[in-house]
């Protein structure tokens, strides 16, 4: 089965922190993708990327940038934390040559 | 701008009864369409695709139709179970990989 991991199950940070939350998937996949999801706002892309050290910004790119060194890993950092950024981030893969998006758990962040 | 609306926010039906969600969408012309199961603090679970030249899909209990001149796609649950409980969404894509766009999602609610 693909295994979508990520860090972090909740995570509570204070504002102005540079905060990585990262992203594994064991499946040679070359898709990978970055969401929030907020109560209203559903899911939204933030960053996403074709292969490594590739990246391409979604809809909601500002006060994010991410990292791609690995094909397994996608690494979203929030450079300087911030209140409105506390969100339930989602990761996401997709197999070569199929479109289901395989998730991972989730993190739920918290800034203060 | 594309947008993708579903029936509800939430739908509430008896044990037994067929579950019906409705989604929705404007200024998009999409090749597929996948639906997505979530459960609360977890990450989306994919269901089902159904592509532009699809009338129809089926998995078990579930039922996908696609009609690209209503813009609509409509997703059933016959027999439903308190355990078909969750947010469902739904997901129009436009090419491989191409499919970041999720609808609000509908909770649905079997109750027993």
């Known amino acids: 089965d693909v295994k979508v991991t990520q860090s972090s199950r909740y995570l509570v940070k204070r504002t102005g922190e540079k905060v990585f939350l990262e992203c594994v998937q064991d499946m040679d996949h070359e898709n990978m993708f970055w969401y929030r999801q907020d109560p209203g706002l559903g899911l939204r892309l933030i960053y996403f990327?074709?292969?490594?050290?590739?990246?391409e910004k979604g809809d909601i790119p500002e006060g994010y940038s991410v990292s791609r060194e690995k094909k397994e890993r996608f690494s979203l950092i929030l450079e300087s934390a911030s209140t409105n950024q506390t969100s339930m981030y989602l990761c996401?893969?997709?197999?070569?040559?199929?479109?289901?998006?395989?998730f991972g758990p989730g993190t739920r962040l918290t800034v203060l | 701008s594309q947008k993708i609306e579903q029936n509800s926010e939430a739908l509430n039906i008896q044990e037994g009864k067929t579950a019906t969600l409705t989604c929705n969408y404007t200024?998009?012309?999409?090749?597929?369409l996948q639906w997505y199961r979530q459960d609360p603090g977890r990450g989306p679970v994919f269901l089902l695709l159904?592509?532009?030249?699809?009338k129809e899909k089926r998995k078990e209990r579930l039922k996908v139709t696609f009609d690209t001149t209503l813009k609509q796609s409509l997703f059933h649950i016959t027999a439903s179970q308190p355990a078909d409980s969750a947010t469902y969404l739904c997901?129009?894509?436009?090419?491989?990989?191409?499919?970041?766009?999720f609808g609000p999602g509908t909770r649905l609610s079997v109750l027993p």
């Open positions: 997901a129009p894509g436009v090419g491989y990989g191409q499919n970041f766009v």
């Open positions: 990327s074709y292969d490594v050290k590739m990246k």
């Open positions: 200024n998009y012309s999409p090749a597929y």
């Open positions: 996401a893969s997709i197999p070569p040559s199929a479109n289901e998006q395989f």
């Open positions: 159904i592509r532009e030249n699809e």
